[in-house]
C-alpha cells in the first residue's frame, strides 16, 4: 500500500524551510539523489523510500516540506526523521493519522493557525520508535 507521510518546517505561523544539508546529514548514507526534488532513501534488501522535496515559496534554496512516498518500517527511516524534527518549528505527520508528532515544544505555535486547527496542536515524542507506530498504525 501506498501511503505519504511529511515533515514540514514553520516558523512565526508561517511555513518556513529547512537546509537540504540537514536532509542529506538525516538520510545518510542512505540517501541517493535522484534528481533536484526527488530522492530516495535505500536501506537494502530492495527496501526503499521516495523522498519528494517541496521548496520554500521565496527561497528555494530551503526545503519547507519533505514528503517520503511508501515509509517503511525500518528504524533508518524512524532515526532520520528523528534527526530532523530537531529543528526548531518541524513536525511530522501522518494524512488521516493522529495529530502532528514533534520533539520541539514550541512546534504548534510556530504553526499557521489554520494548519494547528485542522491537525491539533503536536503530540511531543520522545524518540523514534513514536515515529515507527505513527507509521504502523497509518498502514
Do not use: K
Not at 514540514?8 to 539523489?33: C, D, K, S, T, Y
Not at 519547507?64 to 530532523?84: E, K, N, T, V, Y
Amino acid at each position: 500500500m501506498s501511503f505519504q507521510v511529511y515533515v514540514q518546517m514553520f516558523r512565526n505561523g508561517e511555513a518556513a524551510g529547512m537546509p537540504p544539508a540537514a536532509i542529506r546529514a538525516a538520510f545518510a548514507p542512505h540517501l541517493v539523489e535522484i534528481e533536484e526534488d526527488y530522492w530516495q532513501a535505500r536501506y537494502g534488501d530492495g527496501i526503499a523510500c521516495d523522498l519528494f522535496l517541496n521548496p520554500l515559496a521565496g527561497d528555494a534554496t530551503l526545503i519547507h516540506s519533505l514528503s517520503i512516498d511508501r515509509p517503511c518500517m525500518d528504524g533508518c527511516l524512524h532515526a532520520a526523521i528523528w534527526a530532523l524534527l530537531g529543528l526548531e518549528g518541524a513536525v511530522f505527520h501522518v494524512p488521516e493519522g493522529t495529530a502532528p508528532l514533534a520533539r520541539d515544544p514550541r512546534a504548534g505555535d510556530a504553526m499557521p493557525a489554520d494548519l494547528r486547527s485542522a491537525l491539533g496542536e503536536p503530540i511531543l515524542i520522545h524518540g523514534p520508535l513514536d515515529i515507527a507506530r505513527a507509521i504502523g498504525d497509518a498502514r
